[in-house]
Structures are given as structure tokens and as C-alpha cells.
T-cell receptor, first 113, second 113 residues
Framework: NAGVTQTPKFQVLKTGQSMTLQCAQD?????MYWYRQDPGMGLRLIYY???????DKGEVPNGYNVSRLNKREFSLRLESAAPSQTSVYFC????????????FGPGTRLTVT | DQQVKQNSPSLSVQEGRISILNCDYT??????FLWYKKYPAEGPTFLIS?????DKNEDGRFTVFLNKSAKHLSLHIVPSQPGDSAVYFC????????????FGGGTRLMVKP
């Protein structure tokens, strides 16, 4: 039981390049989330998927797209990376009923130069 | 407009003493509150939660208090241990179908031996 896994762990991109961050969970959770963490700003929600087949914008969606591939997998795509997207990205998953806590992956540290 | 605020970026406590981490929120629609702990280079891990219908929840050395009239919650750790040194995030859930959480900016706790 691996919980939430993310790939890659580290990535350096040049401005304008694209990439996809992968996330998978094996807890049979319905809901999945993508956050970014910047110093002093906590975690901010980028996109979420309440259930398979649905996705919705969070607090900071600009510059990102997501795909809920199936119940297990939720990917985040940067089409044209910008230095402002330098951050640590976390994927999380949760049930839709109590207990409501979200379980997080180990994160992807992304640097855009 | 930060709906969840942790006004102390850092806190230093002696081993064996009590650690008190504070969190304020502005949205009266929040119905569930959580605390997460984060070590460097790892994802946040769930610590303890409280529903808005309660004012206290205890789990071992960790107790969360909720004061709805003041829109304030706190996490008490007694006794504090060096392994508790980490960044602590409070989070709040709005009454939404996606189980979205809003996070505070975090407080770095340092427990000195």
C-alpha cells in the first residue's frame, strides 16, 4: 500500500517548455487534488477532481491543466512553463465522506529558469 | 484575502513543555478543521481534526481547541518532543462537494532538547 505517489521528484524546465506531473493513489479514494506550496503561503489549491470524470478549478488554476485519467490517476500539465511556476507541487487524495482528511504525496520540486 | 491565517511563522519550545500553535479564520461557513505536520522534503501528514460542532478533540499528546465565536483554533502538544520539530499547517473545509481545504501559511515549530 504505497498511498499517494508522484513522479518526478525533481524537474528543471526552461521557460516555455511543457511537462506533465503524474499522481496515483491506491486507497480507492474518489477525490484528488493538486496544490502548490510557496514559502510563507501554505498550500494553494490548483485543481481538484471530486470524483472520476470531473475536474474543477481551485484558487490558482492559471497556466495549468489537469486530467483525471481514471479513479487512481490525476495528472497536472504545464503547457508553457513560466518562472512564476517554480514551486513544490503536491498531489493529495481523500474520501468524500468523514473522515475527510486528505493524504498527500511526497511532492515534486519544479524549477523554471 | 487569506481566509485562514497562522500569524506566527515560527515557535521555539523546550523539550517537555507545551507547544501552542494558533490559527485564525474568517469564513463562518467552514465546518471542519484539520492540522497537518510537514517535515522537509516530505508531503504533509494528517495530525488531528475537529468538527465545527465540537470545541475540543484530543489524540494522545495532541489536542485541538476550537472557539467558533472568535473564529480561532489552536493545537496543543504536551509534552513537546524534538521529533515534533516540523512545519504545522492548519486547514479548514468549506461546505463544498469537492471537500476542498483552505490552508494557513504554516508555523515552524522547533523543540529544543
Amino acid at each position: 500500500n504505497a498511498g499517494v505517489t508522484q513522479t518526478p521528484k525533481f524537474q528543471v524546465l526552461k521557460t516555455g517548455q511543457s511537462m506533465t506531473l503524474q499522481c496515483a493513489q491506491d486507497m480507492n479514494h474518489n477525490s484528488m487534488y493538486w496544490y502548490r506550496q510557496d514559502p510563507g503561503m501554505g498550500l494553494r489549491l490548483i485543481y481538484y477532481s471530486a470524483s472520476e470524470g470531473t475536474t474543477d478549478k481551485g484558487e490558482v488554476p492559471n497556466g495549468y491543466n489537469v486530467s483525471r485519467l481514471n479513479k487512481r490517476e490525476f495528472s497536472l500539465r504545464l503547457e508553457s512553463a513560466a518562472p512564476s511556476q517554480t514551486s513544490v507541487y503536491f498531489c493529495a487524495s481523500s474520501r468524500r465522506t468523514i473522515p475527510l482528511e486528505q493524504y498527500f504525496g511526497p511532492g515534486t520540486r519544479l524549477t523554471v529558469t | 484575502d487569506q481566509q485562514v491565517k497562522q500569524n506566527s511563522p515560527s515557535l521555539s519550545v523546550q523539550e517537555g513543555r507545551i507547544s501552542i500553535l494558533n490559527c485564525d479564520y474568517t469564513n463562518s461557513m467552514f465546518d471542519y478543521f484539520l492540522w497537518y505536520k510537514k517535515y522537509p522534503a516530505e508531503g504533509p501528514t494528517f495530525l488531528i481534526s475537529i468538527s465545527s460542532i465540537k470545541d475540543k478533540n484530543e489524540d494522545g499528546r495532541f489536542t485541538v481547541f476550537l472557539n467558533k465565536s472568535a473564529k480561532h483554533l489552536s493545537l496543543h502538544i504536551v509534552p513537546s518532543q524534538p521529533g515534533d520539530s516540523a512545519v504545522y499547517f492548519c486547514a479548514a473545509r468549506g461546505n463544498n462537494a469537492g471537500n476542498m481545504l483552505t490552508f494557513g501559511g504554516g508555523t515552524r515549530l522547533m523543540v529544543k532538547p
